[in-house]
């Protein structure tokens, strides 16, 4: 039993373990994109996962009432939203743009969580949605084009994914804060896995989930996917639920963002990104920036009272 004082601790550890994880996962997945529809790559994805924490927790399924469908549910389908269009999103866009976008959820989230809580808008977390506007300006933004404002719609469909995992992680604050974690994960894999099935049955009817695997490497797909499934799915989402556990939503996704960092860091690092300029920098600076504000307020900056 890990003591209550250092459970906050724990929890931030647990959530940049998963926003680590995330961050290797971008390049990865922009690879295996080009090869499998995103539909498909998530049904394996989330079944695979499903399947093995499954057989880890079953003895804790005498503990699921239907107090857990409910959550399990609702976290499911937001969590098949939001990879599914942050996965077509990759298509379009750099596995860096579409990790720093994704992050825009960070500035997101204390927006929903006070809709939800029935609370003011704090002027900080204004000031940072605007500063995180900008920033996704300049990520996003083709300044060399002809046409100045063309914006990808990767970068759309990267947005969009943003306010998903928002209210993922909302939804997990305020349904599953008294669920044990490993059953929520459990749970959420079953249904985006089972949505996942659904979408490349469908998209598959109407000739739009085509396979492209000539020439392909199959056994280093597979290890690919074996990757995404066991520590980008399963360990990362179970490292998620328990340290939203014990941390508060705009904390949790504050830490979270660092997932954009570590994937723009390995696709940079990996040679996968192309013109990083001044300005896509500033961008990235503003982004980051952002996060700083929403969850610090800059009271750093202010003096303490004796």
Same mark, same amino acid.
């Given at each position: ?69 409910? /959550?399990?549910? +609702?976290? @499911? &389908? ?5 990879? $599914?269009?942050?996965? %077509?999103?990759?298509?379009?866009? #750099? ?56 914006v990808a719609l990767g970068d759309v ?37 089972a949505l996942s099935w659904i979408a ?9 989930? /085509?396979?492209? +695997?000539? @020439? &392909? ?5 597979? $290890?690919?996917?074996? %990757?995404?499934?066991?520590?980008? #799915? ?24 660092f997932e954009a960092v570590f994937g ?43």
């Amino acid at each position: 039993m890990i003591p209550s004082k250092n459970l906050s601790r724990v929890a931030s550890l647990a959530l940049f373990a998963a926003a680590f994880i995330w961050g290797t996962s971008f390049v990865i997945m922009k690879d295996v994109s080009d090869r499998l529809p995103p539909s498909l790559l998530l049904a394996i994805r989330f079944t695979v996962a499903c399947l093995l924490l499954g057989l880890i927790s079953w003895k804790r399924f005498r503990k699921m009432d239907r107090s857990y469908m409910f /959550p399990g549910l +609702l976290i @499911g &389908a937001l969590l098949f939203s939001a990879y $599914l269009v942050q996965t %077509y999103g990759l298509i379009g866009t #750099t596995p860096g743009k579409n990790a720093f976008l994704t992050a825009s959820y960070c500035v997101i989230t204390p927006f929903l969580f006070r809709i939800v809580s029935r609370k003011k808008t704090d002027p900080f977390h204004l000031a940072s949605a605007v500063v995180c506007l900008c920033g996704i300006l300049l990520i996003s933004v083709d300044f060399s084009s002809e046409n100045l404002f063309s914006v990808a719609l990767g970068d759309v469909l990267t947005l969009i994914c943003g306010f998903f995992y928002a209210a993922h992680i909302v939804a997990i604050a305020t349904t599953a804060q008294d669920k044990d974690p490993m059953l929520i994960t459990v749970l959420q894999f079953g249904v985006a896995a089972a949505l996942s099935w659904i979408a490349y049955a469908v998209l598959s009817a109407l000739g739009l989930a /085509p396979l492209h +695997l000539d @020439g &392909a490497d199959i056994g280093g797909l597979a $290890l690919q996917l074996l %990757y995404l499934a066991c520590a980008c #799915t399963g360990a990362a989402l179970f490292l998620q639920n328990f340290g939203q556990k014990y941390a508060h939503p705009t904390g949790a996704a504050v830490i979270l963002t660092f997932e954009a960092v570590f994937g723009a860091m390995f696709s940079l690092l990996l040679g996968r990104e192309e013109g990083f300029g001044v300005l896509r920098a500033i961008g990235f600076a503003l982004v980051f920036l952002a996060v700083i504000i929403s969850e610090t307020k800059l009271s750093f900056l202010r003096k303490k009272k004796p």
